[in-house]
């Protein structure tokens, strides 16, 4: 079983939909978690950190559960910039390590 | 602004080559880190270095080396390129809470 899953999609949308996102993580033991965003032959870069009491940032909205070992992110309102693939990363306590899941593509349509 | 370059974007070699993947940070973390990207597997962590001179082994270390001889220098080796090392190659910095990617380097080895 992998560490970190989500769904690769794609999640074709039309303009102004929302759309929702999991992420699964197998260690109980984790400790951070995160939501990067990287778009087509780009670097990944930092949407969001997730924190126990969940966070929003404008039209993002993230989410953990520790019980189901699951994140989500929210994106309400799609816009055509939102195209991109949303990479889950977790890490955990005392080491340095992000383990990164394979992403879920996200494909915002006119 | 932080800022992690990566000396190619675009790099071709041959089998049996030595290659070296150079990156620069300019933010003063201690952290470094050496990834490799290919589809359907995500991110994969091949080193990372925690401080000048010291380096622990990811999850995909055989066939590469490295070298942090100055804080802001993060050098990945290829001791003998292989056909199966084309891939992405990302360079990240950072710290606990937040990593920072270079543009990346496609490696080609033919």
């Known amino acids: 079983r992998k560490e970190v899953e989500q769904d690769p999609g794609p999640f074709n949308v039309p303009e102004g939909a929302t759309v929702a996102f999991n992420c699964t993580y197998s260690?109980?033991?984790?400790?951070?978690f995160f939501w990067y965003r990287q778009d087509c032959r780009k670097e990944p870069k930092l949407l969001m950190s997730v924190y126990s009491s969940g966070n929003e940032d404008g039209r993002f909205t993230a989410q953990l559960n520790r019980a189901s070992q699951y994140i989500s992110l929210l994106i309400r309102d799609s816009k055509l910039s939102d195209s991109a693939t949303y990479l889950c990363v977790v890490t955990t306590s005392g080491t340095y390590k992000y383990i990164f899941g394979t992403g879920t593509r996200l494909k915002v349509l006119a | 602004d932080v800022k992690v370059t990566q000396s190619s974007r675009y790099l071709v070699k041959r089998t049996g080559e030595k290659v070296f993947l150079e990156c620069v940070q300019d933010m003063d973390h201690e952290n470094m880190f050496w990834y490799r990207q290919d589809p359907g597997l995500g991110l994969r962590l091949i080193y990372f270095?925690?401080?000048?001179?010291?380096?622990e082994k990811g999850d995909i270390p055989e066939g590469y080396s490295v070298s942090r001889e100055k804080k802001e220098r993060f050098s990945l080796i290829l001791e003998s390129a292989s056909t199966n090392q084309t891939s992405m190659y990302l360079c990240?910095?950072?710290?606990?809470?937040?990593?920072?990617f270079g543009p990346g380097t496609r490696l080609t080895v033919t």
């Open positions: 270095s925690y401080d000048v001179k010291m380096k």
């Open positions: 990240a910095s950072g710290r606990v809470y937040e990593q920072y």
């Open positions: 260690n109980s033991a984790s400790q951070s």
